[in-house]
Nanobody, 115 residues
Framework: QVQLVESGGGLVQAGGSLRLSCAAS????????MAWYRQAPGNQRELVAT???????NYADSVKGRFTISRDNAKNTLYLQMDSLKPEDTNIYYC?????????WGQGTQVTVSS
């Protein structure tokens, strides 16, 4: 059974930092491209950052220079280091794993940034 379990969300003041984690099980983690998405109620899900199996990264313009995506294949874990947080970063953050036709999602973790 595939599981992606996010953690690390919470309430932080603007300018602060959070580190999200996504623990994966039931997949060959090192073969998957991983990503973080975010979604606010009533809005479409937005791609935040991606990291391929070869560790190539890509970021949405809105988070470039502030967020860092990384992965630890030995721990089957994906990370998102979020610095210089802004109120507009408030969202539910979701972990995603893709490989060929396989596409899995976590349950999400809430990030709230107060001004």
């Amino acid at each position: 059974q595939v599981q992606l379990v996010e953690s690390g969300g919470g309430l932080v003041q603007a300018g602060g930092s959070l580190r999200l984690s996504c623990a994966a099980s039931g997949i060959k983690f090192n073969m998957y491209s991983m990503a973080w998405y975010r979604q606010a109620p009533g809005n479409q899900r937005e791609l935040v950052a991606t990291i391929t199996s070869s560790h190539t990264t890509n970021y949405a313009d809105s988070v470039k220079g502030r967020f860092t995506i990384s992965r630890d294949n030995a721990k089957n874990t994906l990370y998102l280091q979020m610095d210089s947080l802004k109120p507009e970063d408030t969202n539910i953050y979701y972990c995603n794993a893709k490989f060929l036709r396989h596409d899995y999602w976590g349950q999400g973790t809430q990030v709230t940034v107060s001004s």
